[in-house]
C-alpha cells in the first residue's frame, strides 16, 4: 500500500505565492517520476510540472517561468513552488507518483488527495 499526502495551498492574491508538498509514504522500493497535475472547475485534469528521478523537470507552458518542481529523493516527497500566481491558477492540485512497491514487479500510479489553490485578483 502507499499513501501521497499533500500540505500547502490555501488563498493568495494575484502575484502572490505558494508551496505545495506531496509525501510518499508505505511499502515503497523506488519512485520513478512525481509530479502535479491541476484540474479547474469544469475543466479536465491538466499537467503542471513533472520531475524524474534523475531531476529531469517537465513543465506546462501556462505555468514556465512562475513555477519550480523539485524533488528530495530521501524523502520521497515532491515540491510545486508557485510565484507570480494568476487567477487562471485557481484550481485543485494533485500529485501524482510513479512508483514500485515491495514485491511487485509493476509499477503503479499513485495520487494525493488534492488540495484547493484559489488565486484572488
Known amino acids: 500500500q502507499v499513501q501521497l499526502v499533500q500540505s500547502g495551498g490555501g488563498l493568495v492574491q494575484a502575484g502572490g505565492s505558494l508551496r505545495l508538498s506531496c509525501a510518499a509514504s508505505?511499502?515503497?522500493?523506488?519512485?520513478?517520476?512525481m509530479g502535479w497535475y491541476r484540474q479547474a472547475p469544469g475543466k479536465q485534469r491538466e499537467l503542471v510540472a513533472t520531475?524524474?528521478?534523475?531531476?529531469?523537470?517537465n513543465y506546462a507552458d501556462s505555468v514556465k517561468g512562475r513555477f519550480t518542481i523539485s524533488r528530495d529523493s530521501a524523502k520521497n516527497t515532491v515540491y510545486l513552488e508557485m510565484n507570480s500566481l494568476k487567477p487562471e491558477d485557481t484550481a485543485v492540485y494533485y500529485c501524482?507518483?510513479?512508483?514500485?512497491?515491495?514485491?511487485?514487479?509493476?509499477?503503479?500510479?499513485?495520487w494525493g488527495q488534492g488540495t484547493q489553490v484559489t488565486v484572488s485578483s
Open positions: 501524482n507518483a510513479d512508483l514500485f512497491l515491495l514485491g511487485i514487479v509493476s509499477p503503479v500510479v499513485s
Open positions: 520531475i524524474t528521478s534523475g531531476g529531469t523537470t
Open positions: 508505505g511499502s515503497i522500493s523506488r519512485v520513478n517520476s
